[in-house]
């Protein structure tokens, strides 16, 4: 139990095109889901905490209108990196909550701008 | 403040060797802790958690970790290792909204 899928896993995209990356829980339901970021051997970044229903919480520093965040129902989030840039490459990672802190991740989707 | 150190950016054990990876943490509240392995281009999984029940916790493959309070440690341990522990692994603390994540720890298991 307690599956979180990601789509796509791998996407290149011309710089200044927009992409969308899906997060969804699969076998519960999760009013909380939190997108990560992660660089070649780093640990993982939070960009933001993303609620069912409501607008989401960005960290410091995350541009909230190049990341468009939507939690639309209780299974599913979507990422949208708007007008990408090189430098906006990385592997991005998404998780449920389930229960207080226990979260349950994706298997991450690599971007490539190109 | 709450944060995670992880000790050891990089281990390295032979195979059938004892795995330990260290994990200490800085929590004002009774610690929610957890350990992920992460294996490339993947995801993370989780191993094994600590939610305030038994001190020392069971978690998949074998592998285990014990809480200890006065040293504000969780480390990781397994008994024998096997080529495909060769990954990444995280300790995480749980926080108010969110988890805090160590730095990693990259184990490598020579043949």
């Known amino acids: 139990g307690a599956v979180v899928s990601q789509h796509p896993s791998w996407v290149i995209c011309k710089s200044g095109t927009s992409v969308k990356i899906e997060c969804r829980s699969l076998?519960?339901?999760?009013?909380?889901m939190f997108w990560y970021r992660q660089f070649p051997k780093q640990s993982l970044m939070l960009m933001a905490t993303?609620?069912?229903?409501?607008?989401?919480?960005?960290e410091q520093g995350v541009e909230k209108d190049k990341f468009l965040i939507n939690h639309a129902s209780l299974t599913l989030s979507t990422l949208t990196v708007t007008s990408a840039h090189p430098e906006d490459s990385s592997f991005y990672i998404c998780?449920?909550?389930?229960?207080?802190?226990?979260?349950?991740f994706g298997p991450g989707t690599r971007l490539t701008v190109t | 403040a709450q944060s995670v150190t992880q000790l050891g950016s990089h281990v390295s054990v032979s195979e059938g060797a004892l795995v330990l990876l260290r994990c200490n943490y800085s929590?004002?509240?009774?610690?929610?802790l957890f350990w992920y392995v992460q294996y490339p281009n993947q995801g993370l999984q989780l191993l094994l958690k600590?939610?305030?029940?038994?001190?020392l916790v069971k978690g998949i493959n074998d592998f285990e970790a014990e809480y200890k309070k006065s040293e504000t440690s969780f480390h990781l341990t397994k008994p024998s290792a096997h080529m495909s522990d060769a990954a990444e692994y995280f300790c995480?603390?749980?926080?108010?909204?969110?988890?805090?994540f160590g730095t990693g720890t990259r184990l490598t298991v020579i043949p």
């Open positions: 929590s004002s509240v009774p610690p929610y």
């Open positions: 600590y939610t305030s029940a038994a001190t």
């Open positions: 995480a603390l749980g926080g108010a909204n969110n988890l805090f």
């Open positions: 076998d519960f339901q999760a009013t909380t």
């Open positions: 993303s609620n069912e229903g409501s607008k989401a919480t960005y």
């Open positions: 998780s449920a909550r389930l229960g207080v802190y226990e979260q349950y």
